[in-house]
């Protein structure tokens, strides 16, 4: 009887920890979107489809701690008419860079 309720103990565990690392990754796009959206403004552009899109996740050691380097691509435009292509790097919460496609074949990089 004891090998189902550790059996069903496992699944909740496995379910719980799938729940916060959902919840954890639509907060890490919330905030970049957010930064995307910012960094936009600033430069007087409009950020495209009002979204940004993961493109890549791996660990990676910060200090002490292990945190997700997680990659976010995003799509603007400078004059209303060309599309341009930008990317977000984020640490954990922590934007370590931010850089846009430039008219020019150049990146602005923040």
């Not at 920890?17 to 890490?28: D, F, I, K, R, V």
């Not at 600033?42 to 002490?64: E, I, M, N, Y």
Request: glycine share 10%; with cysteine.
């Amino acid at each position: 009887m004891s090998g189902g309720l550790d059996g069903a103990l496992g699944a909740i565990l496995i379910v719980a920890a799938l729940a916060l690392w959902w919840h954890w990754s639509l907060q890490a796009r919330d905030l970049a979107r957010h930064r995307a959206r910012l960094f936009c403004k600033q430069q007087g552009w409009q950020l495209l489809d009002q979204t940004v899109a993961l493109a890549s996740v791996w660990p990676k050691r910060d200090g002490d701690n292990l945190r997700l380097r997680r990659v976010y691509r995003f799509d603007f435009s400078p004059d209303g008419g060309a599309r341009r292509h930008g990317e977000l790097v984020m640490l954990g919460r922590r934007l370590l860079q931010i850089s846009a496609e430039l008219e020019d074949g150049g990146r602005l990089i923040e």
